[in-house]
């Protein structure tokens, strides 16, 4: 398993896997585990805050790297846009019960799949001072105006300046052929999405599974917005 920062809390099975989006932290999850009253682990993914940068960027070795935080003994994956496609990865692997993804972008042109290329081709950005390099990292995890608190592990120091830890390179992992991943499922997946996220529509979730969950008045983090929102999906599936 890659070197991974990971929270945790809460005793019991099954366990809930939180796997956050692109540019983010476990932290994102904070009030959301306030209100599970079982066993949780949420990872910063690999290329993210405190965790080890891998050699190279796919779905697959980024769930590779987290698969030994699945609990044997039962584990329902709920995981953010970037970290859902990473939850389906894990859908196989044995101890997992259901999958929750959350936010997914499921349609990609070629053209926006070039711009996240180009974007991961780019160095790391270099503030001159941490406030700075916060608001870049609050940007990319799409948190600005939800959640005011950086936390320590999201930037680091660079020479004389502050940066990001979110290596750039994860956003070349390309396509996530979220179809595929759903035909090779072997338990359970909801798809969920807010109702006015703006990366995936309603009717695109629909023409994959025959009942997505979509949540009222909440955006692309719904998670953040409102995490009690998603306490009668995992419900259901525990």
């Not at 079982?38 to 698969?67: K, M, N, R």
């Not at 020479?159 to 595929?180: E, I, K, L, S």
Request: glycine fraction near 10%.
């Amino acid at each position: 398993m890659t070197d991974l920062r990971v929270l945790c809390g809460g005793s019991g099975t099954p366990t809930v896997l939180l796997l956050h989006g692109l540019g983010a932290t476990a932290e994102v999850w904070d009030d959301l585990t306030a209100l599970l009253d079982g066993a949780w682990v949420a990872p910063d993914l690999p290329g993210h805050g405190g965790s080890a940068w891998l050699d190279e960027y796919t779905f697959a070795t980024v769930a590779d790297a987290v698969a030994g935080l699945v609990d044997p003994r039962g584990t329902v994956v709920v995981g953010h846009s970037f970290g859902g496609v990473i939850g389906l990865h894990l859908a196989r692997v044995r101890g997992v019960r259901a999958v929750v993804g959350l936010g997914i972008k499921v349609a990609w042109t070629v053209e926006e799949l070039d711009r996240a290329a180009a974007i991961a081709r780019k160095p790391p950005i270099i503030h001159p001072t941490r406030d700075e390099a916060a608001t870049r990292f609050q940007r990319v995890a799409g948190l600005v105006g939800l959640k005011d608190d950086v936390p320590d592990a999201a930037v680091t120091r660079d020479g004389d300046g502050w940066r990001t830890t979110h290596d750039p390179r994860t956003f070349a992992v390309g396509d996530p052929r979220v179809a595929d991943l759903l035909a090779a499922a072997p338990v359970p997946v909801v798809l969920a999405r807010g109702e006015h996220d703006p990366m995936v529509s309603h009717e695109q979730l629909a023409a994959l599974v025959p009942d997505p969950a979509d949540l009222p008045g909440l955006g692309h983090n719904s998670h953040v917005e409102d995490p009690a929102a998603l306490l009668p999906i995992l419900a259901a599936l525990r």
